[in-house]
């Protein structure tokens, strides 16, 4: 290879390898990653040599978060490891099926925390203790109360888990969650898990998203179903969900395929109501300022009935069906405090409350005993 040779290919090497650091000047500069979900490391102050290696090592983690076509070569990886079998990030489990698993932990060493650790064990007792006095106060109100846990999508499609989850116990920490409810009573528990088990059975379609974390609207209509029923036993209501027929169609959303930064790769069929309903019109949802409490009320079905919903991103497939069988549906975020709690419940005035917790939620800290 002659002079000029080596020069072409030196200058041309040199232009491939500048191209994202060039393109990453003109690109705009994102502060969150849509593909990893997470913040991007921003350019450090210079504060003096004294704290110089801070400086560089804090410019290093900015460069590499900021170079050109970045968000479109770590998606092509995450397509790369997924097509070899490997999740691109620990909070995803791939698993059979096409089927994908959101995780906070890690099943396999799930056992440890409530086994083996005391402080999650005390987290799961104050829940517990949270949860009576609740119903306690539901008593001296005069209202109906009733808690129940959401169960991982892994938890009732376990069968769907890489082989090695086979032997796990993945429902540990909500065992022990319920027979800390059963040293003091607790009628007014809902569970969830075997109601959704049963309805696993006679269903011939999933009840859970295969690329999102939440249950899809054949999983929540089961849900409300199985809730007005208990509460029709438990308390003497007679409630029913409105009849609801299902077809089916092709999606790439949902939100654990985002986290693998796989939107519109991963597809799926899932189900949706094609029963006409005013209750998914969100334009009959009025916002109401507790105290800074936001609290959203649907009226929307035909009841007499006034039911307070507390929880999380499942109340937005739940509450249409439970607005349908009750007169008015108030919903609020879970984690409100006991005080505040209470403060909707003056405002509000329900006959019921349900509140729902997702079991991968229930070791965590409380801040609100």
Sequence with gaps: MNKPQRLFYILMFVGLISIPMLAGLWQPDLAVSETEKRELN????????????????????????HFGFREQLV???NAALRSLGESPTDKVVLGTGDWVFYK?????????????????QERLRDRAGLIQERYAHSKEQGFDYVFTVVPNKMT?????????????????????F???????????????????????????????????THWNPLGAYHEAAGLFDFINQTYGHTIAPKAHEFS?????????SKLLGLMNHLESTEPYSITPSKCTE??????????GIRVSNSVCGNGELTVLLMGDSFMSYLSPYLAEGVGSLYMVKEGIKFDEFKKVVEFTKPDIVIEHKVQRNLPKELFHL
């Excluded at 906070?104 to 999650?120: G, I, K, R, S």
């Excluded at 009732?156 to 920490?173: F, H, I, N, T």
């Excluded at 027979?179 to 269903?203: C, M, P, V, Y």
């Excluded at 969100?282 to 105290?291: A, F, I, P, Y």
């Design 42 to 65: 921003v350019m450090p102050q210079w504060q003096g040599f004294a704290k110089s290696q801070n400086f560089f090592a804090g410019t290093s983690d900015y460069l590499n978060d």
């Design 75 to 77: 998606k092509w990886n």
């Design 104 to 120: 906070t932990v890690d099943p396999l060493t799930l056992h440890t925390q409530t086994d083996n650790h005391a402080l999650y």
């Design 156 to 176: 009732v499609y376990k069968e769907y888990l890489p082989s090695r989850y086979a032997m796990v116990d993945l429902s540990v920490s909500y065992h022990y």
């Design 178 to 212: 319920v027979e800390q409810l059963r040293t003091k009573g607790h009628s007014f528990f809902f569970d969830s898990f075997k109601w959704l088990n049963k309805a696993k059975r006679i269903e011939e379609k999933p009840l859970f998203f295969k690329n999102d």
């Design 248 to 256: 089916y169609s092709q999606t790439t959303d949902g939100d654990v």
């Design 282 to 291: 969100r334009s009959l949802v009025k916002l109401h300022d507790v105290d």
